[in-house]
């Protein structure tokens, strides 16, 4: 085997084990593409797996300036060979022409994360959200499709936002205790009269988690419209991938006080359902 095909195989691997909501997704692409987004996955978890890391903030930014160092040994051209991971996406860059910047904004998001921890507005969320899900939208689309217009990478980002404030719903309490970060705007939070650490009446929290989970449905909406720009393929990707996500949305939706008892899934049957009805050109 060669160092290209060994490094895109640990990819794969490191995504089938680490990202399953993801993996059903991918694994309906062609050989190359898939391949190209496990070298996505593989790098954006190296920055989460940083963000999420007890390390001080110190450490971690030190640690993030590092990760903005290995984007541009891809942008010259001069990646580590014993890296894997780097000499994968250094290949999926190339052949699929995927903007670095891109890459960066998921460093930049987790640099925010270490220097804030509330946000005033959705406005400021939003911004965020941006940074390190929507960048993942449009490095996505890079792979998904050649010379994609402006007009998709826009809705690739709106759906990368929808994604991510599920991902904010399902991580209330993860979030709050561990990780010290409040992601619900203060401007909603006082619009129900809850604390800043999202603790009040149950009554009110149920209407705060379904206001955010209406919201999360707009930016779906629209990302949405993204399909109209995919081949089958891909778009059986995003169905899927995208599909998980809204499927946990619903289940928050049903019954929003679930939230800050358990983080909300999908069973194995669940996940495997919604790839199938991806691939037989089912919209979720």
Known sequence: MTDLANAYQYC?????????????????????????????????????????????NENKLIQLKSLRS???????????????????????????????????EIIAGCEQDCNKTEYDTIAELSKYCQYVAGSVGRLSLAVFSPNPSEKAFELANTLGIALQLTNILR???????????????????????????????????????????????????VGFLLLDHLDFRSGACVRSMAGIYLKILNKIDRDPLSVFAKRTSLSTSEKVLVAAKSLMGVRP
């Open 12 to 56: 794969e691997t490191n995504t089938r084990e680490q990202a399953r909501n993801f993996y059903y997704g991918i694994r309906l692409l062609t050989p190359d593409k898939r391949n190209a987004m496990s070298a996505l996955y593989a790098f954006a978890r190296r920055v989460d797996d940083v963000g999420d890391s007890k390390e001080s």
């Open 70 to 104: 290995q984007v541009e040994t891809i942008e010259n051209d001069s990646v580590s060979q014993d890296d894997l991971v780097l000499l994968a996406l250094n290949d999926a860059v190339k052949k699929f022409s995927i903007p670095t910047g891109a890459l960066t």
């Open 171 to 221: 991580d209330i309490v993860e979030d709050r205790d561990q990780m010290n970060r409040i992601y619900i705007p203060k401007e909603d939070l006082d619009r129900f009269g809850i604390k800043s650490d999202v603790t009040g009446p149950l009554d009110k929290l149920a209407e705060l988690v379904r206001f955010e989970v209406n919201r999360a449905r707009e930016y779906y909406a």
